[in-house]
């Protein structure tokens, strides 16, 4: 299976600040990563398709990067509805694979 | 616009069964099959199976073969997930989401899930 490791686990920002966290495939996976981000008590939503497409109505502020093994995400500009826990998700190989989850809390 | 809406919350005793199922509203799937994932309490997420196009078969995580079944009716637009020999770590919020394909040949189709279902609460205690 492919492992992947999402650093931090958690992270705790300021309103206004820019906000990166990565994720780590064990195994090279191309571009076929999406991001999620989870609200307490909710269903995840899709937020970055194929590590850097912006889904539809989702503000300009969330954007990803990367290839390969390692990946980013960054929200620009934090803003208090951000909180959450994000998870990026491989569909290179089977099993589906999430990592663990990046907690984002404001400061 | 499509939203996914699952079957309300079980309370299962150890080695029983559960089936939760998914229904599309506001539109049909057409052609997406459904997925299922669970999440645990405090957990992250974990696929469990779905159809898969480009195989032409439903897939399963192998943690769950043998005991789970995942249907999809395209002509209803519902999903099914049937979970057996239910334990005590199968205690989770199950959610159904809907697969989106995107060619790209010659790369592999874009593969993501959206929406999910607003998730079915199964505890499975003695």
């Known amino acids: 299976d492919i492992q992947m490791t999402q650093s931090p686990s958690s992270l705790s920002a300021s309103v206004g600040d820019r906000v990166t966290f990565t994720c780590q495939a064990s195994q090279d996976i191309s571009n076929y990563l999406n991001w999620y981000q989870q609200k307490p008590g909710k269903a995840p939503k899709l937020l970055i398709y194929d590590a850097s497409n912006l889904e539809t109505g989702v503000p300009s502020r969330f954007s990803g990067s990367g290839s390969g093994t390692h990946f980013t995400f960054t929200i620009n500009s934090l803003q208090p509805e951000d909180i959450a826990t994000y998870y990026c998700?491989?569909?290179?190989?089977?099993?589906?694979?999430f990592g663990q989850g990046t907690r984002l809390e404001i400061k | 616009q499509v939203q996914l809406v699952q079957s309300g919350a079980e309370v299962k005793k150890p080695g029983s069964s559960v089936k939760v199922s998914c229904k599309a509203s506001?539109?049909?799937?057409?052609?997406?099959?459904i997925h299922w994932v669970r999440q645990a309490p405090g957990e992250g997420i974990e696929w469990m199976g779905g159809f898969v196009p480009i195989f032409g078969t439903t897939e399963y995580a192998q943690k769950f073969q043998g005991r789970v079944t995942i249907t999809t009716d395209a002509s209803t637009s519902t999903g099914d997930m049937e979970l057996r020999s239910l334990r005590s770590e199968d205690t989770a919020v199950y959610y159904c989401?809907?697969?989106?394909?995107?060619?790209?040949?010659?790369?592999?189709?874009?593969?993501?899930?959206?929406?999910w279902g607003q998730g079915t609460l199964v505890i499975v205690s003695s």
């Open positions: 998700q491989q569909y290179d190989d089977l099993p589906i694979t």
């Open positions: 506001g539109g049909a799937l057409n052609k997406n099959p």
């Open positions: 989401a809907r697969v989106i394909y995107l060619s790209r040949a010659p790369l592999k189709p874009s593969f993501w899930f959206d929406p």
